[in-house]
C-alpha cells in the first residue's frame, strides 16, 4: 500500500508550550526551536568535564540550566558537554542566527577568562576516552540508576555524542502526523548532508556518521527504544505511542526497570519524535555542525523540504526502503548506494531534496541553502573533515593532524563561519 502526504500543514493555528509555562500560538512549522550540544575542550583540543564547575561559576550555584533573556544553557548527559537552546522559538532564521551565536560568544568569553576553555561543536569529540568524562549526577541520579541497571553506560553512545537538534510545531493531530511522515521520509537522507563525526578515540571508523552509529548503540539492550532510528509512518498519534512506548514499556518492565522508565515518553530514541508537551516534532537525527550558521542551514532546508514534500502531495516510500539506504548513507554517506526513486546514490536524492527545498524555501530560508548546495556538491563536514586529516598526516602524527584540523572547527564556530 502506498501512502501520500496530504497539503493539510498550514490551516490551523497551534499552542506551542514553553518551559516557564507561557503559551504563544504558531502555525504549524512557523517557528524553529533549536537545541545544540558542544564538547568544552581546552586549545588543544583536550575534553574538560567541567561542566558543573562552569554552570557554578557563572550562576553562583550548580544548576541543570543557567537561564539569560534569550537563551538558556546547562548540563547535558556528562561533564565535558554544554547545551545551549533557545529561550522561546524563532520565526525568523537571521534571528535564530544572532541569537543562538550570541549565546555561543557569551560563553566562550566566559569559558575563556574562567577557564581557558572553549567549545567545540561537531557530532563527537575526536580523541575523547571514555575515562577523561562522567555522568552528570547532580540530578536525575534516580534516572541514571535506572539506566545502570539496565544498560553499560561506559559507551559512546551515552558519553561522546553531540546532535543538533530543531523542534518543529505541528498543529492538530492530522497535521502533525502529515508533516511527521514527510520528516520520517526526508530522515534517512538527513545524515548524507548533516555527518561531522568521521573519528572516534583518534582512529577513523569505518562510518561517515559514527555519532549514529553510536546512538543506536547505546540501548542496544532494549532495541525497541531506537527502532530502525527511522520512525515507521503512522496514522496517528496513538499508533506513535503503541509502537514507540508500548513497546519499549513492556521490554524495560521484563528487564527490570522502574516505573521512571517504563512510563518515559521522553525515552524515545528515533530521529524523528513527537514532543506532545511542546506540541512539537523533534527532529535529532542532525549530528552537531561546525558553527550556528550551518545548524541554520539544515533547519531551513529540513522545513522547506518537509513543506514541499507536503505540497507535491509526494509519496511515501515503503519503510524498509529508508532503513536500508539510512544504513548505507551513516557508512558511507553522499557515495552511499541508494533505492530511493529519485536517485542511485545519496548525493543525487539529496539533490532531489534540495530542488523541492528550494522551490517551496521562503525568502529568508533561501538565503541559507547554499550552505547545503556546498555541502551536497563537496561533501559533508564529515568527509570534509576526514580528508583535511588525512591529508595533514602525511606529514605529522594522525593525533597532531586530528587536533590541528579540530583546532579550525573550534575557531570556526567562534567565528560563526562554516567549514569547506
Known sequence: MSMRLKNTANTLHIEFKLLRGRVLSYRPLEVFGPEHEFSIVDEQIKPLPISDKVIEDYHGKIVDFVETPTFAFGKEQVLHQMEIKAKKPFRSPETFEETMQNAVSTLLEFLKRKHQAQLLGTGMHPLLNLEETSIWLHSNQE???EYAKIFN??????????????????GNETQGVVIFNALAHLCAYLPAIAASSPFCE???????DSRLYNYKD?????????????PDFISSFD?????????????LAKAGAGEILTHAEWLNQRGIVFKFPREAIEVRIMDEQECIKSDVALSCFTRATVR????????????????KDYNAIIRNGLQAQTQHPKGKNAKQVCQYFLNIASKHADANEKKYLWIIKKRIEEGNLSEIIRNRVEAKAQKTTSKEAIVSIYQQLAKALSKNQPYF
Open 239 to 251: 499508533q506513535f505511542r503503541r509502537e514507540g512506548l508500548g513497546k519499549y514499556s513492556q521490554e
Open 308 to 323: 514541499g514534500l507536503i505540497a507535491e502531495n509526494t509519496e511515501l516510500p515503503q519503510h524498509q526502503l529508508l532503513v
Open 153 to 170: 553506560l561506559k559507551r559512546h553512545g551515552w558519553r561522546n555524542i553531540q546532535s543538533f537538534q530543531v523542534n518543529l510545531p505541528y
Open 218 to 230: 547505546n540501548m542496544k539492550e532494549i532495541p525497541s527504544i531506537a527502532g530502525d532510528i527511522v
Open 143 to 145: 534516572t541514571v540508576q
Open 202 to 208: 583518534g582512529k577513523l571508523t569505518s562510518f561517515v
